[in-house]
């Protein structure tokens, strides 16, 4: 099962929004939505902020949303701060009950 | 609270195999599965595989099928990854989570650094 393709890096002035994509097939994108994107800080273990495509976990802002069109998924962040400044990594149930993860986008706010 | 604490770091020769626990608090063990991930220095989440506690079974991801395994102990709610055969490229960190079957996974160890090196 090969990664999500998501691109290595984005950035973003305080207070603008971003958007991540995170690409993948049929077998896993396309087909399932289970989409689950992550926020991993140095030293810390991943912290979940979107399930199930577009559903935030409780505590997790407002500011996060997600979406899927087809084979892709997107992460939004509105209102850019400088603690989202972090590296982000989208994952996706797979055929084959796998879960496949992408490659990682390093945000950086300006 | 949801708390999930993995063992310390490790340093193995190659060839060499290593274990690696996560203590779970805080939750009702058996309702949530367990999955492992890994990431390589410079390199993104692997997913390596899951203990599914709806029929006590692991199951590994393809990379993995031969050299690890993944049980876990409902006495100490502890769940336990062991790779064999190590290679340089196995040096990485190495990620329990909480999951909501292969859906999601809201809660993660703190992570655990495997240094493979002659």
């Known amino acids: 099962q090969s990664a999500l393709t998501q691109p290595a890096a984005v950035s973003g002035s305080p207070g603008q929004s971003i958007t991540i994509s995170c690409t993948g097939t049929s077998s896993d994108i396309g087909t399932y939505s289970f989409v689950s994107w992550y926020q991993l800080r140095p030293g810390e273990g991943p912290k979940l902020l979107i399930f199930d495509v577009n559903d935030r976990p409780s505590g997790v802002s407002d500011r996060f949303s997600g979406s899927k069109s087809g084979n892709t998924a997107s992460l939004t962040i509105s209102r850019l701060q400088a603690e989202d400044e972090s590296d982000y990594y989208c994952a996706s149930f797979a055929s084959s009950n796998s879960v496949v993860f992408g490659g990682g986008t390093k945000l950086t706010v300006l | 609270q949801v708390q999930l604490v993995q063992s310390g770091p490790d340093i193995k020769k190659p060839g060499a195999s290593v274990r690696v626990s996560c203590k779970a608090s805080?939750?009702?063990?058996?309702?949530?599965?367990v999955t492992w991930v890994r990431q390589a220095r410079g390199q993104g989440l692997e997913w390596m595989g899951w203990?599914?506690?709806?029929?006590?079974?692991?199951h590994y991801a393809q990379d993995f099928l031969d050299r690890v395994t993944m049980t876990t102990d409902t006495s100490t709610t502890t769940a336990s990854l062991e790779m064999r055969n190590l290679t340089f490229e196995d040096t990485a960190i190495y990620y329990c989570?909480?999951?909501?079957?292969?859906?999601?996974?809201?809660?993660w160890g703190q992570g655990t650094r495997i240094t493979v090196s002659s």
């Open positions: 203990f599914d506690p709806t029929n006590a079974k692991p």
């Open positions: 989570a909480r999951g909501g079957r292969l859906h999601w996974f809201d809660s």
């Open positions: 805080g939750y009702g063990f058996l309702a949530y599965g």
